[in-house]
């Protein structure tokens, strides 16, 4: 079996790991589960997949280049299957829920939050 093959199986292995921890860690901070309380759980959550998204970014990278020298000088029609486009899909749908993850920690977090009330109950005082 080519390396590449097995460099492509471990990134993808290690990005499903990343992953599933990510889903865990958003499950527990929507469920409020306080065993680590200085803990931001939904940071992490958005961290790890930022972490699955680069394995999966790296998997791609590998598996990308070693099919277009391989494939590209040996055959002249050639095409990627079903799983390659599931896998860049894979790396922009990961992206994006580190991004949320990220975004949620920073603007709803609870000082944020009771900033934005108290604002909000201040300039209903002074409006009156």
């Given at each position: ?39 931001d759980k939904t940071f992490a ?14 998997a791609m990278a590998v598996y ?23 896998g860049w899909v894979a790396a ?37």
């Amino acid at each position: 079996m080519p390396a590449y093959w097995d460099a492509t199986r471990a990134f993808m292995i290690l990005s499903l790991l990343a992953c599933f921890i990510g889903i865990i860690i958003g499950i527990l901070a929507f469920i409020h589960y306080s065993s680590f309380e200085r803990f931001d759980k939904t940071f992490a959550a958005g961290i790890l997949f930022f972490i699955s998204c680069i394995f999966v970014l790296l998997a791609m990278a590998v598996y990308t280049g070693v099919t277009v020298n391989y494939y590209g000088k040996r055959y002249g029609n050639w095409r990627f299957s079903w799983s390659y486009i599931t896998g860049w899909v894979a790396a922009v749908l990961t992206f994006f829920s580190g991004t949320q993850g990220s975004y949620y920690q920073h603007c709803c977090s609870e000082a944020h939050m009771s900033q934005t009330v108290s604002k909000l109950k201040g300039s209903q005082f002074t409006e009156q």
